[in-house]
C-alpha cells in the first residue's frame, strides 16, 4: 500500500510555522509534488492575502472551529490604462494596496460572471504588476475597469480527487467588494473533478458560500454556509452528479441552493435551506434528471423551490422532489411552497409536506404548488398540502397534463 507524505502547518510546533496563505501554500505545493497526501492546518486564525490553491491528490483538513482561514482587507482602484483581451498585466490608478503574491480580480461593467479574471500578481514594474493569468475580455477604462483584490479564500483550478474538511472560511465581508459567484466564493472549484468539501463552516463572504463551475463528481456535505452576500451553495456551469447532502445554508443575501446552468444528475439530500433572501432553491437552465430528497426548506423571502422562466429547449425538466418539508416560504410577503415556471415539464412532486405552519394572520406562503401555464407533464401525489394562506394549489396549466392525487 502506497504511503503518501502528511505537513502540518501551523502558528507554532508545526513542520511549516506560519500565520498566513504563503504558509498554507507552501505545504500545499510540497505535498502535491511528491505526488500527493495531506496538509494538516493547526489552529489560529490565517490571513489570506490570495487563495489556498488547492492541488491534484491532497487533502487539506484543519481543526474545525479552531482553523479559521480570514480574508484580508479589500482595496479596489480603477485601471490607469484598458486591459486588453489576453493580456496578462495591469496598471491600476492606485498602486498602494497591491503587492507581490497577492490576489488580484480584473473586470469591468460589462464583465459580468464568466469574463472576470480571478489570478494573483506575481511581478511588479514600476505601477505595473503581471498576473498570473491572461486577461479573458477586455477591460476597458471606458467601462470603469478596475482591480479588486477579491478572490476566494480557498479554490481549485484543474485539478481532481482532493478534499477539503474541517475548517472555517471567514469571509470579512464588511471590509471587501463583492465577487461574483461564476468566478469566485468563499470556496470555489474551476473544472475541478471529484473533489469534496466537507465539515466546513463558510460565512460572511462578499458573494457565494461554495461554489463549483464546471466540475464534476463533487460532494458537499456536513457543510454550513451562512450570512454571505449572494447565495449559499451554487453548483452550476455543467456541473455533473453534483452529491450535495447533510448541509445547512441559511442567512444568506439570495438563494440557499441555486443550480446555474446545466447541473445534472446531481442528488441534493437531508439539506437545510432556511430564512434566505430570495429562494431556498432555485432550478433552471438545462438542469435536468436530479433528485431532491428529504429537505428542510424554510422560512425563505420568496419561493421556497422556483422553476426558472425557460423555454423547453432550456428547462429545468426530469427532476424529483421527494419527501422534502417546505414551509413558512414568502417572508417578503409573496411566495409558495413550490412554483413552476417556463415550459418545465416532466417534474414529479411526490412525498411532501408542502404548509404555512403559523396562524392565521401570519401566513406567507401563499400556495402549496404554483403550475404556471406553459408547464407540462407535473405529477403531483401523496404530499401533505395544507394551511398555506390563499389554498393547497394554483393550476394555470389549463391544457397541460397535470396529475394530481392529493
Known amino acids: 500500500m502506497k504511503e503518501n507524505i502528511t505537513i502540518t502547518v501551523g502558528q507554532k510546533d508545526a513542520d511549516i510555522v506560519g500565520s498566513d496563505n504563503r ?32 492541488r491534484s491528490n491532497v487533502n487539506v483538513i484543519g481543526e474545525g472551529e479552531n482553523t479559521i482561514l480570514r480574508k484580508c482587507d479589500g482595496f479596489s482602484s480603477p485601471l490607469a490604462t484598458d486591459g486588453d483581451y489576453g493580456q496578462e498585466a495591469i496598471t491600476p490608478k492606485d498602486p ?11 473586470g469591468d461593467d460589462r464583465s459580468g460572471g464568466f469574463h472576470t479574471t480571478v489570478a494573483t500578481i506575481i ?36 485539478m481532481e480527487n482532493a478534499c477539503v474538511r474541517h475548517m472555517v472560511i471567514d469571509g470579512n465581508r464588511e471590509n471587501n467588494d463583492h465577487l461574483n459567484g461564476c468566478r469566485g466564493a468563499g470556496i470555489f472549484l474551476y473544472r475541478a473533478n471529484n473533489v469534496q468539501i466537507a465539515d466546513c463552516v463558510v460565512r460572511g463572504y462578499n458573494g457565494d458560500g461554495i461554489s463549483f463551475q464546471q ?13 454571505n452576500a449572494s447565495l449559499g451553495l451554487h453548483p452550476g456551469s455543467g456541473s ?3 452529491i450535495v447532502i447533510g448541509n445547512r445554508s441559511h442567512d444568506n443575501g439570495t438563494d440557499g441552493l441555486f443550480l446555474c446552468w446545466r447541473v445534472r444528475h446531481g442528488l441534493f439530500e437531508k439539506n437545510e435551506l432556511r ?11 438545462k438542469d435536468s434528471d436530479n433528485l431532491l430528497r428529504n429537505n428542510v426548506v424554510v422560512g425563505n423571502d420568496s419561493h421556497g423551490i422556483f422553476f426558472r422562466n425557460e423555454p423547453e429547449y432550456t428547462g429545468g425538466h426530469r427532476n424529483v422532489l421527494e419527501n422534502n418539508e417546505i414551509l413558512d416560504n414568502g417572508s417578503s410577503g ?14 414529479t412532486i411526490i412525498g411532501n409536506k408542502i404548509s404555512d405552519t403559523r396562524p392565521e394572520g401570519q401566513k406567507t406562503q401563499q400556495f ?27 393550476n394555470e396549466a389549463v391544457d397541460a397534463q397535470v396529475e394530481l392525487s392529493d
Not at 24 to 42: E, H, P
Request: hydrophobic share 30%; net charge positive; proline share 4%.
Open 123 to 158: 511581478s511588479r514594474t514600476g505601477d505595473t504588476f503581471a498576473i498570473s493569468k491572461p486577461l479573458n475580455a477586455d477591460c476597458m477604462v471606458s467601462n470603469n475597469a478596475s482591480a479588486k483584490n477579491t478572490f476566494p479564500v480557498v479554490s481549485g483550478y484543474y
Open 215 to 227: 466540475s464534476n463528481d463533487i460532494k458537499v456535505q456536513n457543510c454550513q454556509s451562512y450570512n
Open 23 to 54: 504558509a498554507l501554500q507552501a505545504a500545499m505545493d510540497y505535498v502535491a509534488s511528491l505526488g500527493g497526501g495531506t496538509v494538516n492546518i493547526g489552529p489560529g486564525t490565517y490571513l489570506m492575502k490570495d487563495s489556498l490553491h488547492i
Open 96 to 106: 498602494t494596496g497591491f503587492q507581490v503574491g497577492m490576489g488580484v480580480t480584473v
Open 240 to 242: 455533473q452528479r453534483p
Open 368 to 394: 402549496g404548488v404554483w403550475i404556471g401555464p406553459k408547464a407540462d407533464r407535473i405529477t403531483i401525489k401523496g404530499n401533505e398540502i395544507r394551511g398555506n394562506k390563499e389554498g393547497p394549489m394554483k
Open 275 to 285: 430564512n434566505n433572501g430570495r429562494f431556498g432553491i432555485s432550478i433552471g437552465h
Open 334 to 347: 409573496e411566495g409558495c411552497g413550490i412554483y413552476i415556471r417556463g415550459e418545465t415539464h416532466d417534474i
